[in-house]
C-alpha cells in the first residue's frame, strides 16, 4: 500500500481494555474476569484459553502504553468494555501518534508500495522476506527475525471461500485494498499451522462501505424484511448475522433488498440505512417495487402475508411493514473481521502443524489465529494488534 496503516486506519470502533483507572475513576467496573469471561462466552469458547488470558491481563498496561503515546481516552458511557477517544477517529489518530512515535528512531526504514512475496528460510530458520519494490525489482531483506503483521483476508473474497464456502463471493467494501492475505500464503508455504480459519465476522446488511445494524428487520413489533430479486422474501431475517449473510449470499446476484416501514425509518439504524445506501422512497408498495425494480404485484403479495403474520421460514418475533411512506434499499453481505490467522504461542511465535514454534517468525494482529473462535468482542482487535505487536517484537530482538 502507498501509506501505512491497514484495516486499523479506517477502524472507528475504540479499544476495549479492564481493570483501567478509568473505570476507577468512573466506578463503574470492568474486570479483568469479566473481560476474560466476555471474550471466551463472544467465541463460544473457542478461543485458546491461554492467549486470551494474555490478553486480557495485559490490557491495562496496553491502554497505558496509549496514554504514552499522547492519546486521550474516556469510557463508553453505554458499555464499560469499550474505550474510546475523547476525539478525532480512533483508526486514524492511533496510526498518526505511531508514526510521530517511529519518526523519533532514525534506524527504522519503513517502506511503502513494497510487496513481500515469500519469507527467507535457511536452516528451519525464518532469516528475512523476499520483497517486490515500488520500481518492480525483487530483493531479499535480510533480518534476525521476521514478525507477521499482514491483516487478514477481507479483500480476499476467493480465499474467504476457500475456507468457508458460505462466503464465496462475499462482499469487500468494508476493507482496506491491502488484506489480501498474503501474510497467511506465506506462513502456509513454510508449514506454519492455521486456526479457525471458517470462522469470519460477516455483516449481512451492508453496501457502499457501511454496515447497517440487523435491528432494522429483526426487530419484534417494527423491523422490516428482505426479499430477492424476485420480491419474495427467503429467510427468517431473525437469523444471526453469520447465517443471514449466507443465505443472501444464495440468492440472484448476491444481493438482497430491505423493505421497511416509516416507523423503522424513523430510527436511527433505518435511517442511516436509506442514506448510506442510496435507498428509495414510496407511498405505497407498489411504486417502491418499481423504483427498485422488482415485480409490484409480488412484492405487494409477499409484504401482506408478512403483515398477516403467516411467515414459513420459522421466524417468531414478527415485525411489520405497515406504516407509509415506505423505504427500500439493496444490500450486499461484507465481510468485516478475519477471525482466524496462523497459530502463536504465548511468546507470538508461529507454530508450524506439529505445534512446534517456527524460529524467527512471530505475528501480531488480525493474522493472528486462536484469539477469537466463533465471535470477536468489537475492540478486543485493536488491544491484541497492541498486545501481541509488543510481544512479538520483544522475543524477535531478544528481551
Given at each position: ?373 466463533a465471535g470477536r468482542v468489537a475492540g478486543n482487535n485493536t488491544l491484541d494488534d497492541i498486545v501481541f ?11
Open positions: 500500500m502507498p501509506a501505512v496503516g491497514g484495516n486499523t486506519l479506517i477502524s472507528a470502533t475504540g479499544i476495549t481494555a479492564s481493570d483501567t483507572q478509568l473505570h476507577k475513576d468512573a466506578g463503574t467496573p470492568f474486570t479483568v474476569e469479566d473481560h476474560f469471561k466476555k471474550t471466551m462466552e463472544t467465541g463460544k469458547n473457542i478461543p485458546d484459553e491461554k492467549l486470551v488470558r494474555l490478553l486480557v491481563e495485559s490490557s491495562n498496561s496496553a491502554y497505558e502504553w496509549l496514554l504514552t503515546l499522547g492519546l486521550k481516552y474516556k469510557l463508553d458511557p453505554k458499555d464499560p468494555s469499550w474505550i474510546l477517544p475523547v476525539e478525532g477517529h480512533f483508526g486514524a489518530e492511533l496510526v498518526k501518534a505511531y508514526q510521530a512515535e517511529a519518526a523519533k528512531y532514525p534506524n527504522i526504514d519503513l517502506r511503502v508500495e513494497t510487496k513481500a512475496t515469500e519469507l527467507v528460510v535457511e536452516n528451519g530458520k525464518v532469516v528475512g522476506a523476499k520483497v517486490t519494490g515500488k520500481d518492480g525489482k525483487e530483493q531479499i531483506i535480510n533480518a534476525k527475525s521476521v514478525i507477521l503483521a499482514t491483516g487478514g483476508l477481507n479483500n480476499a473474497p476467493e480465499m474467504i471461500g476457500e475456507f468457508n464456502p458460505k462466503f464465496v463471493g462475499v462482499n469487500t467494501e468494508m476493507t482496506t485494498p491491502g488484506a489480501t492475505g498474503d501474510g497467511i500464503r506465506m506462513a502456509q508455504a513454510i508449514g506454519a499451522q492455521l486456526k479457525d480459519m471458517e470462522y469470519f465476522q460477516m455483516r449481512p446488511l451492508s453496501l457502499n462501505g457501511y454496515w447497517f445494524k440487523e435491528v432494522i428487520v429483526n426487530e419484534e413489533g417494527k423491523g422490516g424484511i428482505l426479499v430477492n430479486k424476485e420480491a419474495k422474501r427467503f429467510v427468517n431475517e431473525t437469523l444471526g448475522s453469520w447465517d443471514l449473510a449466507s443465505e443472501i449470499l444464495k440468492q440472484q446476484d448476491r444481493m438482497a433488498y430491505v423493505i421497511i416501514d416509516s416507523d423503522v425509518f424513523a430510527t436511527k439504524d433505518g435511517a442511516k440505512m436509506i442514506d448510506k445506501a442510496k435507498g428509495v422512497k414510496a407511498d405505497t408498495i407498489e411504486d417502491l417495487a418499481t423504483q427498485l425494480g422488482l415485480d409490484p404485484a409480488v412484492l405487494k403479495a409477499t409484504v401482506d402475508e408478512y403483515n398477516a403474520k403467516n411467515d414459513a421460514f420459522g421466524r417468531k418475533t414478527m415485525g411489520k411493514v405497515a406504516t407509509a411512506p415506505f423505504y427500500g434499499a439493496i444490500t450486499k453481505p461484507s465481510s468485516h473481521y478475519t477471525m482466524g490467522g496462523v497459530a502463536i504461542n504465548e511468546n507470538a511465535q508461529v507454530l508450524d502443524k506439529d505445534g512446534k514454534a517456527i524460529d524467527g517468525l512471530y505475528a501480531a494482529g488480525e493474522i493472528v489465529g486462536g484469539l477469537y473462535g505487536g509488543k510481544i512479538a517484537a520483544k522475543h524477535a530482538i531478544g528481551k
